[in-house]
């Protein structure tokens, strides 16, 4: 089956073609479901940081654990920076000791991002999900080897001007279906949707499972 959707909040309707986003300490549903688990920076200030790190390691004992996240900074909520940069930062330490990609929310970070990239300089892939950003701050992402998620909404722009080899897809929190989400895009690319679907499963490899 192949996996197209890599950052969803809804169980896919196509068992085993998107990656579930959970909080440390939800069960995986049984099936074949591939997941990702991580510390939200909106969820920091809600738990105790000990009891959390102690659930996320845990939940990443699991085999359908396949991606760290969604980790990140986000600097239009009340969580302090420093507390925010601290958390991913061990998330970042953490991705690599365990060898899994990174999937990061960035919300008017991605000078940050790409200074951690430059700092660690990761072995395991990162990849900005549900990337808005002009074509600008998508060009600096992808210089620094970081893969481009896009979903429902994002500038048309951006995702026309950066390398086929950089971008993935997802569904995010929207109900989309994700074979509409890449029609759009093959369409705005002009390629078929089948092209389009090739090569986002070659990214979605290079990215998942070929380290």
């Not at 991605?110 to 074509?135: D, T």
Request: aromatic share 8%; hydrophobic share 40%; proline share 4%.
């Amino acid at each position: 089956m192949e996996l197209l959707d890599v950052h969803t909040h809804h169980l896919s309707t196509y068992p085993g073609r998107s990656i579930l986003n959970l909080m440390p300490g939800d069960l995986c549903p049984t099936g074949e479901v591939y997941c990702s688990v991580g510390i939200h920076p909106w969820q920091i200030d809600e738990y105790e940081e000990e009891v959390i790190w102690e659930q996320l390691l845990l939940s990443l004992k699991d085999p359908c654990v396949i991606a760290i996240g969604e980790a990140g900074i986000d600097k239009l909520i009340s969580v302090s920076l420093v507390k925010q940069l601290a958390v991913f930062e061990k998330q970042i330490v953490l991705s690599e000791e365990k060898q899994l990609p990174l999937i990061i929310h960035c919300v008017h970070a991605v000078n940050e991002i790409i200074q951690l990239k430059k700092k660690y300089a990761p072995r395991m892939p990162w990849v900005i999900h549900g990337f808005r950003g002009k074509k600008e701050l998508a060009l600096q992402c992808v210089n620094h080897h970081i893969f481009l998620s896009f979903g429902e909404k994002y500038n048309e722009e951006a995702l026309k001007g950066i390398p086929l080899s950089s971008i993935l897809m997802e569904t995010d929190e929207s109900k989309a279906d994700i074979t509409c989400l890449y029609e759009k895009a093959a369409k705005l690319l002009s390629l078929s949707a089948d092209d389009l679907k090739l090569q986002i499963q070659q990214n979605i490899n290079r990215v998942f499972f070929d380290h």
